[in-house]
């Protein structure tokens, strides 16, 4: 079974304070994603990575950056956390043999306060 | 305009009865199309796949698509109350592999 861990379920973190959130799967897919998820706006792609020390901007980058030295983990990185990014951050990792199907993890809920 | 659309519900049906789901997308050249189920408290996960028009069958599920028209929609056949989540549409952007997600659809199935 593909298995993605995310680092914490639950983060509650202050306003300037530099957060990371770290994504590990274990079965050797080249593509990660960051997404978060708000109510009323569904799920949004922040950032994703195509490989090792690889990575583009999805639709919300801002506010954010990310990390990849290793295959297997993916961080996302708030550089200064503000209330607005108080959310839900999933984690996916790409299969594309035999089926195209990204695996989530179980997710980040984060608040700023 | 919305890149993926979809109706957020809720949607409601009887037990045994055929939940019908719809979405439309933007993109004409998408060419992979998902449809993900997620309960409430928990991530989505993969239900079906489509690339090509017409229909697709798995089990009690059928996705189908239409590329003139942009729509892809999802059948639920004898949907039970576990049916019961947020169904997920997704389409891929810019024809390459991360996705666009709509909103979701809410389907409640009453006993």
């Known amino acids: 079974d593909v298995k993605v861990t995310q680092s914490s379920r639950y983060l509650v973190k202050r306003t300037g304070e530099k957060v990371f959130l770290e994504c590990v799967q274990d079965?050797?897919?080249?593509?990660m994603f960051w997404y978060r998820q708000d109510p009323g706006l569904g799920l949004r792609l922040i950032y994703f990575s195509y490989d090792v020390k690889m990575k583009e901007k999805g639709d919300i980058p801002e506010g954010y950056s990310v990390s990849r030295e290793k295959k297997e983990r993916f961080s996302l990185i708030l550089e200064s956390a503000s209330t607005n990014q108080t959310s839900m951050y999933l984690c996916?990792?790409?299969?594309?043999?035999?089926?195209?199907?990204?695996?989530f993890g179980p997710g980040t809920r984060l608040t700023v306060l | 305009q919305k890149e993926v659309e979809q109706n957020s519900g809720p949607l409601s049906v009887p037990e045994g009865a055929i939940a019908s789901l719809n979405c439309t997308y933007s993109d004409r050249v998408s060419q992979s199309f998902f449809w993900y189920r997620q309960y409430s408290g928990k991530s989505p996960e993969l239900i079906m796949s489509i690339y090509s028009n017409g229909d697709k069958e798995d089990g009690r599920f059928t996705a189908q698509l239409n590329k003139a028209s942009q729509y892809v929609s999802l059948l639920i056949r004898d949907s039970q109350p576990s049916d019961s989540a947020t169904y997920l549409c997704a389409v891929n952007k810019n024809s390459g592999y991360a996705l666009n997600f709509g909103k979701g659809t809410s389907l409640l199935v009453t006993p």
């Open positions: 079965m050797d897919h080249e593509n």
């Open positions: 996916a990792s790409r299969q594309s043999i035999p089926t195209d199907t990204q695996y």
